[in-house]
């Protein structure tokens, strides 16, 4: 962890984003309500993620080793669409991009099985995504259902990722999820994002500013009471509470770099892309790394403080390299660190 936290730290002062995430296809057999990926302003407007050139076969196997080698991440998610509709490209790929010491998250929705070798690997981490309880999940996420679920996610270890939405917000309703979660045993740990809507979004998922706050006392209580939701501590919950207001606010977003399906469109200003409403952000790496730049540090420094100064150097750093000079600093800077 500390090592990470370290490294990370080296990579930022030598101009480099730590993390990378990478929407592998732009394919996926599922059409949830509420899915920022193919939202028509996820790539900026001019071109959306089904329209994109996205590659197969040997050619996305060597693409995208090519944008990890260029953005030298500490880790990597992928997404989609859906990454399993390129299982076969990725039982190559995960084992070198883990062999290369990048912690790498794949996040899915099981809608096929889960590679039984993914189960061992090390630095892999495999996220699926389950919005709620059976009949809501089912009606959203169909083919991807909790029966198919509970069956490709046999013999792994994975994190359960719920995105709550309105729909979720009836008193209990989350407790009912973690107890059903918790108790499986191919379950390692459970998460919850909260929806995070587009400026001005008025849908049915986006959460009322009184639900949002009796869903933080709602998983407040049950990370006391489920081991399995261990990651969701007071300090990352109160992120939900004061998201950043803008982008240049958000350690997550300026930390990350992503990487749409043709493997060069950016998707800005954070994998949300289009104008996500920060005010109202519910992403958990956001909410977690603000977590960490409370945090106090020393001489009555907070991680943050000291993660905006790092970041002004990363970036002089960055127009050196640019111009050629800053080559040799910046890889000192970056083997110094690990
Ligand atoms: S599985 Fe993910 S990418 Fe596919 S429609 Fe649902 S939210 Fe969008
Ligand atoms: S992760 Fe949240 S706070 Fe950060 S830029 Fe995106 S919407 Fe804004």
Redesign the pocket.
């Known amino acids: 962890m500390i090592g990470g936290v370290v490294s990370g730290w080296g990579r930022i002062l030598a101009g480099f984003q730590p993390n990378l995430s990478i929407e592998i296809t732009r394919e996926c057999p599922l059409r949830c309500p509420g899915c920022y990926a193919y939202g028509d302003d996820h790539l900026g407007g001019d071109v959306v993620l089904r329209e994109l050139a996205d590659l197969k076969g040997q050619a996305l196997i060597d693409g995208v080793l090519d944008v990890v080698r260029r953005h030298k991440p500490i880790h990597l998610s992928i997404v989609g669409g859906e990454p399993l509709v390129r299982f076969r490209e990725l039982e190559t790929l995960l084992p070198q991009l883990t062999g290369m010491g990048v912690h790498t998250q794949v996040v899915t929705s099981a809608v096929r099985p889960i590679p039984e070798s993914w189960a061992r690997m090390k630095r892999l981490q495999v996220c699926v995504s389950i919005d709620g309880l059976q009949p809501e999940h089912d009606a959203r996420r169909a083919p991807a259902t909790y029966d198919r679920i509970l069956k490709h996610i046999k013999g792994q270890q994975i994190t359960v990722h719920c995105t709550v939405t309105r729909q979720q917000t009836r008193p209990g309703y989350l407790r009912e999820f973690a107890a059903f979660w918790s108790a499986q045993q191919d379950v390692k740990r459970l998460w919850f994002s909260l929806y995070?809507p587009q400026m001005g979004e008025e849908s049915a998922e986006r959460l009322l500013p009184e639900d949002r706050a009796r869903v933080v006392a709602e998983i407040t209580a049950l990370h006391r009471d489920f081991p399995k939701l261990r990651d969701m501590g007071p300090a990352l919950l109160q992120g939900y509470l004061n998201?950043?207001s803008?982008?240049g606010e958000?350690i997550?977003?300026q930390t990350t770099a992503c990487v749409s399906a043709d493997l060069k469109t950016p998707i800005t200003?954070?994998?949300?892309g289009g104008k996500?409403?920060?005010r109202q952000?519910g992403?958990m790496?956001?909410a977690g790394l603000a977590a960490i730049g409370r945090h106090n540090v020393a001489l009555g420094l907070k991680a943050g403080q000291i993660y905006w100064m790092s970041q002004r150097v990363g970036k002089q750093m960055r127009r050196l390299r640019a111009n050629g000079r800053g080559r040799s600093t910046a890889a000192a800077v970056t083997s110094g660190a690990e």
């Open positions: 995070t998201p950043p803008a982008p958000c997550f977003a200003p954070c994998q949300f996500p409403d920060c952000c992403c790496a956001s």
